[in-house]
């Protein structure tokens, strides 16, 4: 059996820590704005480094697993 957790929850995180998809930091005229479709190099970059820290929680902290098959 292999394991799928670690691939759906890269797909997941990746889908909703787009910049400007759900929210976006820093915004264009605020800190925070939230469905706007834009984004900077500041903003990819802040992005980056929170999806990092949220898949190192996931992965090696919780340890998701999904076993199919």
């Known amino acids: 059996m292999s394991d799928w ?7 997941v ?10 929210f976006q930091v820093p915004g264009r005229h605020r ?3 939230f469905g706007n479709f834009h984004t900077s190099g500041v903003s990819i ?3 980056t480094i929170i999806y990092f ?3 190192c929680i996931f992965l090696l902290a919780v ?3 999904v076993h199919l098959g």
Do not use: Q, Y
């Open 5 to 11: 957790g670690p691939v759906f929850v890269a797909v």
């Open 13 to 22: 995180l990746f889908i909703l820590i787009t910049p400007g998809l759900l």
């Open 31 to 33: 800190f925070i704005e």
């Open 45 to 47: 970059l802040v992005h």
């Open 53 to 55: 820290a949220l898949i």
């Open 63 to 65: 340890r998701v697993h």
